[in-house]
């Protein structure tokens, strides 16, 4: 696995100040799964009542531990609950035994904190095709669980990092009738996929109260503004996981209160810039607009076709304002487009319209805004009414350095 | 524009000894488009009763050259016809200027040649947003038409290059009742998309007599298992086009003739394969077989997953037997796949198997394999009987290196 010595030039100064979620405790461990000398095992305590919420990864050959998550996260339940992560070993592509290795994870976590293995959900990111050493987490329970702290958060985010080159958190705080109501959260993540099917993780934890149906309903909508409108590579990981629990300790009822979803929203968009900001390479921080489409899967599928484009992503790194291959990008993605009705600009400068170069364009403003760390490219397709934001960065030799680099 | 001092590493050694097409002859001029010192610009021209068929790109932004071309594909003539081809300037996104330019290109040689201007077929390759300077061609159309040859398809196929670092040709020579009838081709790529909008080109000539609907059949059908089939960076051009002209004059009849059908499949394939081996920054040849799917179009789907996966194709820049990003690519296409009945090979070594690494791999044998230049992935689905076969190459800083200079 690559070392990375570097911090993303797109890092964020420090990780915040986040606040304590009743409820919640955090601990984390050296288990030593494949990486020494750093803690690489995380576990969070749920209270009795807490709600969990999930999304998961589609991918046809995700991991051991999202089926045995998927397959749990739709039950009600009153009791405590738990959340156990590993970094170093996915538990990807490894057979039967990988589902055997889950299971001697979750009931162990199950019985040491006297809740029902039902109520336990792991995750596990790293290397693929190699056996977890389950019984290296088991060892560690104990001292996990006597360790169990609300100030854990910033050390969960450490550990649960594999190729990310800086911690990930987010947390709001806002008050309901008089009353905190408090939201943190964590991610890795550092490319759709890092090397060696690494993967985008997030948990976020909350005091509101909540039922589990209308909190996964919440999680679902927002999901898709967010983390489903980032893409480092284009390529989607076996193991992606988004967990959200809320814990009710505030005594604050959120259904259907908008002020908490957008809150909720704000912390999730945090989470996910940051891990494009992570991007493996990345030097570029790109947000991608698409205005003026005949319907909302037509505009992000221009969005995603620009944001995934190479030639593009090597422009940006290139500080090329290439509107050229913007233009190739859209011809290319399959959904409505008129050459001739199409106005592009980078940032607030109008490069093309009217299916040419805008008269007014001059090829020096272009460059000149190139060189900014945080970028727009804006489209408006002059066809309809929907729109689309998705999130990128650029692709740089620091990508192929890193991915091109032999495992072992 | 990058300049390409090298030549690719997977470049054949020599351009290869193509037949005469008798009723095809050619001519090569440096009119100065963008570039100096070279010649720029060719054009073929096609005795009467040629029939002219031809497949282009779907890309929504597509080339005035491309549109008109489209227009007259489909028309039936026994006048002559002609080709004329620049490089330099690709006179897309140019507005209603850009197919005034065409014209006026289209127009003149029609003139000089006195054939329909509906029978005049153009493509132009090179930068975008440009206006082509039209005049700078049509101010070398009487020396080209005085130097026109069966003899200097080697020199077209050198005229059409722009970023490639090699000219591309393939030829077959047949016997059908006795009677030799001849299939040369050339073909201009490096890239599905070159820097600044460079393109596909591929122009194929044939002595052989067909009709214009029955030869327009023959090409999509073998299109579909050729240039369809292959990908450098999943970008498509807003000017790919492939002609093919049949002259007749070989006076032999290859209707419904399987042995010439499987004679230009040759060439086809050759040409593709060609364009795939000067892909931008290419180190390895790849080809990547699905088996066992359940539909044709899953086998394509899970092929070209791989084929494009960036973190695959970074793994083989690296030489990395990285068969986990095989099965991501696989999982994420969104086609059916089932983990647990997955095969994969690394040329004929047996990576993994029932969900998990075989257990007669060794790592070694992997490391070893991927040395060489020409690879192959295979994977067996084990969910049915239908295939697929797609042609890539690495993504590796060369990639990075032309993509992200300065166009200027």
């Known amino acids: 696995m690559a070392t990375i010595e570097h911090v993303s030039p797109l890092a964020p100064n420090a990780f915040p100040d986040l606040p304590e979620i009743g409820g919640v405790t955090f601990a984390t461990a050296e ?10 095992v995380m ?11 999930g999304v998961f990864t589609k991918s046809a050959t995700r991991s051991a531990a999202v089926l045995d998550c998927q397959a749990k996260i739709n039950l009600d339940s009153d009791q405590g609950a738990a959340i156990i992560v590993n970094a170093g070993n996915a538990n990807a592509f490894t057979g039967k035994n990988g589902a055997e290795a889950t299971f001697s994870v979750t009931s162990a976590v199950a019985a040491s904190l006297e809740i029902p293995e039902e109520r336990v959900f792991s995750s596990s990111t790293g290397v693929i095709g190699e056996p977890l050493p389950h019984e290296k987490i088991t060892a560690k329970l104990a001292e996990l669980k006597s360790s169990l702290s609300g100030s ?4 969960a985010a450490e550990a649960i990092r594999t190729t990310d080159t800086f911690a990930k958190g987010s947390g709001r705080t806002l008050l309901i009738g008089g009353k905190p109501v408090n939201i943190a959260g964590i991610a890795k993540g ?9 993967t985008m993780l997030v948990y976020i934890f909350t005091d509101a109260s909540i039922e589990r149906a209308e909190l996964q309903n919440m999680l679902s909508d927002l999901n898709t503004q967010t983390f489903n409108c980032i893409t480092v590579d284009s390529d989607t990981s076996t193991s992606d996981t988004l967990l959200l629990a809320a814990t009710g300790t505030s005594e604050v009822d959120v259904t259907h209160l908008e002020a908490f979803k957008d809150a909720l929203h704000a912390v999730m968009l945090d989470l996910a810039h940051q891990v494009v900001r992570d991007g493996e390479g990345a030097t ?9 489409a005949l319907s909302m899967t037509d505009a992000r599928t221009h969005a995603m076709a620009i944001a995934n484009s190479p030639l593009v992503k090597t422009a940006l790194a290139g500080e090329d304002p290439n509107w050229g291959r913007v233009v190739m990008a859209i011809g290319k993605s399959g959904a409505a487009a008129d050459r001739d009705k199409l106005a592009i600009r980078f940032g607030d400068i109008l490069v093309a319209e009217d299916g040419w170069v805008s008269p007014d364009y001059r090829e020096q403003a272009g460059a000149t805004y190139m060189k900014q760390d945080s970028l727009s490219i804006s489209v408006d397709l002059g066809l309809g009414g929907e729109t689309a934001t998705v999130w990128t960065c650029d692709l740089t030799h620091g990508y192929i350095t890193i991915n091109a680099d032999y495992r072992s």
Chains 1, 2 share one sequence.
């Not at 288990?31 to 690489?40: E, P, T």
């Not at 854990?152 to 050390?155: A, D, G, K, T, V």
């Not at 550092?190 to 690494?198: E, F, V, W, Y």
Request: net charge positive; no cysteine.
């Open 43 to 53: 576990l969070a305590q749920l209270a009795p009542g807490s709600a969990v919420a």
């Open 190 to 198: 550092s490319g759709m996929i890092a090397p060696d099917m690494a």
């Open 152 to 155: 854990n958060l910033s050390n």
């Open 31 to 40: 288990a030593g799964v494949k990486y020494s000398g750093r803690k690489d």
């Open 284 to 292: 570029k921080f790109v947000e991608v607009n698409v205005t003026g």
